[in-house]
């Protein structure tokens, strides 16, 4: 029987602060399918990227189970592979070798490694810079580049915070397009946290909405558009109509 790629039930969260405890999640249960691409968007504080690092196993839920390929997670995995907000390359390697670096934390083969930068860099067209070093290369590149070495193990699931909040429009509407078609090739399973409606609506299967603090999935909706999609899907009535619903929704709902 297959397992889905990412599995919470009745997730909570509740952790100490100076003024008491406070609960940043609650009642959490989401799937993500082998091969699905998932966006999460929701009020800021509502526990979005909480629940991702959940999902990372770098931090344990005080209630329910976190499930990835139907295995219990309590730590970080190498089934599991994430990008934050920034990519965090170290200056004084080079971008090849900033990609590599899974490939000695974790064992892996140093010649099969090799190769699958390689190829990796060639997916995310940064092979005429890896010779190069983080500094020269512009905020879209170096994100490219974490994207790269989080790919390097062939982790089976991608947790993505806000990869692109950092970015300019343009490089993040590019960066975007990039996504879609680095996950088109590699066909992994993505759950993607972002603030952001038509980036939601652009790239998922499915979107998921949080409500505000103690974090809870609210609402579903399915995006039924067709896949590759390019800068025209934008105009697509079928993606202005689940934009819309989707902003009608926060603006009845979440800010109140």
Request: with cysteine.
């Amino acid at each position: 029987m297959s397992h889905p790629a990412l599995e919470a039930a009745g997730v909570g969260l509740t952790y100490p602060t100076r003024r008491g405890s406070t609960e940043a999640l609650t009642g959490i249960d989401l799937r993500v399918e082998q091969g699905e691409f998932v966006a999460l968007l929701g009020p800021s504080g509502c526990g979005k990227s909480t629940l991702l690092r959940l999902a990372a196993g770098l931090l344990a839920p005080t209630s329910g189970k976190v499930r990835v390929a139907g295995q219990p997670i309590a730590r970080p995995d190498r089934r599991t592979g994430v990008v934050f907000q920034k990519p965090n390359l170290l200056p004084w390697k080079t971008v090849r070798g900033n990609v590599l670096m899974p490939a000695r934390t974790l064992g892996l083969d140093p010649a099969e490694s090799g190769r699958r930068a390689d190829m990796l860099l060639e997916l995310v067209g940064l092979s005429a810079f890896a010779n190069g070093y983080p500094q020269e290369l512009s905020g879209g590149m170096q994100q490219r580049a974490g994207i790269a070495r989080m790919l390097l193990p062939d982790p089976e699931l991608l947790l993505m915070d806000e990869p692109f909040a950092a970015l300019d429009a343009l490089s993040r509407e590019h960066l975007t397009l990039e996504l879609q078609r680095i996950w088109g090739s590699q066909r992994k399973s993505v759950l993607f946290v972002t603030h952001s409606i038509p980036e939601a609506v652009f790239l998922a299967d499915r979107v998921l909405v949080m409500s505000p603090r103690p974090g809870s999935i609210v609402q579903e909706l399915r995006i039924d558009l067709p896949r590759p999609r390019s800068l025209d899907t934008f105009d697509n009535p079928a993606f202005v109509a689940a934009a819309r619903q989707l902003r009608e929704y926060f603006n009845e709902n979440l800010t109140q």
